[in-house]
Nanobody, 115 residues
Framework: QVQLVESGGGLVQPGGSLRLSCVVS????????MAWYRQAPGKQRELVAS????????DYADSVKGRFTISRDNNRNTVYLQISSLKPADTAVYYC????????WGQGTQVTVSS
């Protein structure tokens, strides 16, 4: 059974940074493109960044380009999201999943950007 365990969120001031991690089990991690998603209060979940199996292709939503960096460690079955220059609009619960969103969702990690 696939498990996705996100961590690293918190309360941060505007302009701050965080590094989110997602440990994946129950799938052949290196065979899957992975992605980070977020869901803000009252809004639909949106994809913010994706990375192919060995990192050869990386894509970002326009709203986070230049501020967020996705990476992965296939030896640790972990996908990361470095988030910088944070804005209040980045406040959301952040989730990881496959790039197709095909696995059961984890609990996510809350990122709150506020002064």
């Amino acid at each position: 059974q696939v498990q996705l365990v996100e961590s690293g969120g918190g309360l941060v001031q505007p302009g701050g940074s965080l590094r989110l991690s997602c440990v994946v089990s129950g799938m052949i991690f290196r065979a899957n493109s992975m992605a980070w998603y977020r869901q803000a209060p009252g809004k639909q979940r949106e994809l913010v960044a994706s990375i192919t199996s060995y990192g050869e292709t990386i894509d970002y939503a326009d709203s986070v380009k230049g501020r967020f960096t996705i990476s992965r460690d296939n030896n640790r079955n972990t996908v990361y999201l470095q988030i910088s220059s944070l804005k209040p609009a980045d406040t959301a619960v952040y989730y990881c999943n496959t790039a197709r969103g095909s696995s059961a969702w984890g609990q996510g990690t809350q990122v709150t950007v506020s002064s």
